[in-house]
């Protein structure tokens, strides 16, 4: 048997029981996976972010391993809900606009010291102080860094769209405007690089655009560390306290980490590896998370149609977000019906051997994105379910 086959047996005995649509996070791969980005951030603390998990329980198991250290979260309310859970060190990676939970926030010393919010902009501080409703709390707050590459005097740009803060003179400015402001504690600086981290450089079958995506990253590493580090020094003239500068992602993890400005490193994806992390040079995950659907037709030779599937990823629509059958191996979508709402057409010669009732396997297109469509995430070791655990879904959250 080959080793997806062997995956693929011990997944069906392990659910056996279980009836599909069904998700599953396979631990051994969970535990390799997170390993792996602890050895690639050499030495210094992996920061999960949850958006990638969506599970509590998983967030516990990340974060009691040795080289794990908080959680960068991605809702003002998720990290109210995160902090009164117990997690005691939640950064908010983007602004917010929740004028209740800030009020929350600013009424409430244990959120306070445990929650750290997002800014990028003067009037992100006016709206905080507009909610408080006689909250006196400080509140906590990171600046983060715009990492794109800008080009031709910026006719040019790599990468998204995110803060507006490029310079080192901005941030300063926007430093000095928290440490002026009563009630701000100014605690960090962040930047995402997802051009980098985000983007994989070994496209199958299109060598060109991998060579251009590897040549474009290089220069943009280059161009970010030198940048970075001049806001590091620049925002310290300001926050000689500063606690943390937090970077990466898990495609440029050893990368992000190599900076001397950087004290810590967000990853999240790592840990279950999805579909979009197979395209990279600089690591090699396990697939970890899954879900199966059952068999419910066979209207022909070589296809079978499986119940659901139509859960497509955030980010420019295309074929890369859906996804992908994967056990058994050599399967594929039709092209006149991809992925459906409702039922799911799959073509290949391995449709042949299956029945009605068996699973197929597929991977998401990306990570934490698959927990908002299962409530439970069933958890493998070896041949067999060890516990079922809820997702935020399961929990009664749904926070974007």
Known sequence: MTPRADDRARYDRATAQLDAPVAIVDLDAFDANADDLVRRAGGKPVRVASKSVRCRALLERALAKDGFAGIMSFTLAESLWLARSGFDDVLLAYPSADRAAYAELAADPKL??????????????????????GGGEVVRVCLELDTSLRLLGGRVRVGARRSPLHSPAQVADMARTVARRPGFALVGIMAYEGHVAGVGDAVAGRPLRSRAIRL?????????????????????????????????????????????AVTEIAAGSGLYVPRLF????????????LFGLPVVRRPGVGVVTVLGGGYPASGAPGADRLPVPYLPEGLRYDSQEG??????????????????????????????????????????????????????????????
């Not at 992100?124 to 408080?132: F, P, V």
């Not at 197979?278 to 998370?289: E, H, I, K, V």
């Not at 010669?349 to 396997?361: E, F, M, T, Y």
């Open 339 to 400: 992925a459906g709402e409702v039922q799911t057409p799959l073509l290949g010669s391995p449709a042949d051997d299956l029945l009605i009732g068996d699973k197929v396997w597929f991977r998401h297109a990306k990570a934490g994105e698959l927990c908002e469509r299962f409530d439970t995430l069933h958890l493998v070791e070896g041949d067999r379910v060890t516990a079922a655990v809820p997702t935020y879904r399961g929990e009664g959250h749904t926070f974007l």
């Open 278 to 289: 197979d395209n990279y040079t600089s690591f090699r995950g396990r697939p970890a998370a």
């Open 112 to 133: 306070a010291r445990a929650v750290t919010v997002m800014v990028d902009d003067p009037a992100q501080l006016d709206l905080i102080d507009a909610a408080r409703q």
């Open 216 to 260: 474009m990253q290089t220069a943009a590493r280059g161009e970010l560390a030198g940048r970075r580090a001049a806001v590091v020094r620049a925002v310290r003239a300001v926050a000689p306290d500063l606690e943390f500068v937090n970077g990466g992602g898990t495609g440029s993890v050893q990368h992000t980490a190599a900076e001397d």
